[in-house]
């Protein structure tokens, strides 16, 4: 058996709200298939199963808001023995660190009602059903304060919700107080000629359909993913005092949302793709992005962050880093600069690309090396 | 097709671009760039819309040259008059 708990799904995420599952009780689900959609403050999520097995358990129904880490459903995995014929000791109970109310899973245990005499009365005089509350109080006990607080969430003023453009602010605000807070972050900028990589592209865009033209955006995505080959420690999460480097390559991408606000999934696997692919991948992420419909995996797996504000018009970026990511890439405004080549001054398209890092994984000069490297893909484009 | 038709069929496109945005009250001839918030997967969608609309396939190089309403809507006109045709189906 397998609990599937509400997924953390970003460093801001505290809580999410069952919106559709896409799997029934007794009905099979695979490794990698979305299983439930859950929207956070954010976006609406596809969030993907991590074992295959038979869903045995739906323990939140949809609607309701649960905080991350909480078991909304119960998967069984062939071979194990399923879940009505166990000890209800072998039922995790709710986890007292979530105390937020969860009816659906005492309804679904089928496990006897616990509760004080104090708590049954105030039940009763308020008109709370008790299987309804999740107990907090030694072994599921539910308590007086357990039904209170239920009371408080069921005649909460729906005017006291903050819609979802504030909540995505207060989200981002998290994330990035945390990031300023516990990152000590330090900055670097290279200057990058960007002729040969325009050059190919006008080439490369003028023989291609117009659904299939490449953005330039996508050939820097992909340097900075094969940047990571080099200096492997910035594709690293720094995770309880150490950095864990990933073996997989997700550069999540920054992408502004309409009327504000920002998310930075994940091109899965960017470094082994191609830009044709990657350019299909990016466009299609974002307009799910923007249509507020990502999937786990995108949130969850990024490994660095590459945030392009040059189409803004900002020369550069100095940013922050979204944790527990150790690294950011920003690229600035592309603008015909001054430059010696060949010994003469010449007009030359170029940006500013840009590395906030985490100086507790990685020092200035990886960093440099790190920028260096990604200069030197965008040299030779053909071979991005 | 009339000028109008065109604007029409131009600020349909825009509009599922950038549904934040009144279209209507666009300015025809201040860049869209400077009332719009869209960036360059905007406008490569809006290039391939107006491709999948009237059949007119705007190349990167012609790009600096459509920064109004009203460039889009002369150059939708010519490329139109040059022989490219609209979608099967339309009204003209």
């Known amino acids: 058996m397998a609990d599937f708990l509400m997924p953390i799904l970003g460093a801001d ?3 999410g709200t069952v919106v559709t599952w896409r799997k029934q009780p007794g009905e099979r689900v695979e490794r990698g298939e979305i299983i439930v959609e859950v929207e956070t403050d954010k976006a609406t999520v596809e969030v993907e199963s991590f074992v295959a097995g038979t869903v045995e358990m739906i323990l ?5 808001k ?25 039922v995790p109970p709710p986890s007292v660190a979530f105390p937020a109310p969860a009816p659906a899973a005492t309804k679904a245990l089928g496990a006897r009602l616990r509760a004080s005499p104090a708590a049954k009365q105030l039940a009763q005089e308020l008109g709370v059903e008790l299987s309804t509350v999740t107990g907090t109080g030694p072994e599921g006990r539910i308590t007086r304060e357990d039904v209170e607080q239920a009371t408080k969430v069921l005649t909460r003023p729906a005017e006291e919700a903050p819609d979802r453009q504030t909540r995505m602010r207060q989200a981002i605000a998290a994330a990035m107080s945390r990031s300023a807070r516990e990152i000590p972050h330090f900055h670097l900028a290279r200057d990058i000629d960007m002729s040969s990589a325009t050059a190919w592209l006008a080439e490369e865009d003028e023989r291609k359909p117009v659904a299939e033209r490449l953005l330039y955006v996508v050939l820097l995505i992909k340097a900075t993913a094969l ?8 594709n690293g999460r720094w995770i309880e005092g150490r950095v864990v480097e990933n073996r997989a390559v997700n550069v999540g991408v920054a992408i502004s949302l309409r009327g504000g606000g920002l998310v930075a999934p994940a091109l899965l696997g960017t470094d082994r793709r191609t830009l044709d692919d990657l350019m299909r991948g990016f466009r299609d992420l974002v307009q799910r992005a923007r249509a507020g419909s990502l999937r786990g995996l995108e949130i ?18 100095f940013g922050l880093i979204y944790p527990p990511q150790v690294a950011l890439v920003g690229f600035g405004r592309m603008t015909e600069r001054a430059q010696i080549y060949n010994g003469e001054i010449t007009p030359r398209p170029a940006i500013t690309a840009s590395l906030s890092a985490d100086h507790r ?4 000069h990886r960093g440099s090396l790190f920028l260096g490297a990604i200069d030197r893909m965008l040299q030779e484009p053909n071979r991005l | 097709m009339r000028d109008e038709e065109i604007i029409e069929r131009l600020l349909g496109i825009l509009e599922e671009l950038a549904p934040e945005a009144d279209v209507r009250q666009l300015k025809r001839d201040v860049r869209l760039r400077d009332q719009l918030d869209i960036d360059s997967m905007d ?15 705007i190349p990167e190089r012609d790009y600096p040259k459509l920064r109004t309403l009203n460039d889009l809507v002369r150059y939708v006109e010519a490329r139109l008059g040059d022989g490219a045709s609209p979608e099967p189906g339309s009204a003209d």
């Open chain 1, 60 to 64: 939140v129904d949809e609607g309701r």
């Open chain 1, 227 to 234: 940047a990571l080959r080099e200096v492997p420690e910035l």
């Open chain 1, 66 to 90: 649960v905080p991350v880490g909480t078991p909304l459903a119960v998967i069984g995995v062939e071979g194990e023995q399923p879940v009505a014929s166990r000890p209800a000791a072998a």
């Open chain 1, 13 to 15: 995420m505290t809580e």
């Open chain 1, 361 to 364: 994984v990685v020092d200035g």
């Open chain 1, 300 to 317: 969850t797996e990024p490994t660095i962050t590459v945030t392009n504000l040059g189409e803004a018009g900002a020369d550069s970026v």
């Open chain 2, 43 to 57: 406008l490569l969608n809006f290039v391939i819309a107006v491709d999948e609309q009237f059949g007119v396939d």
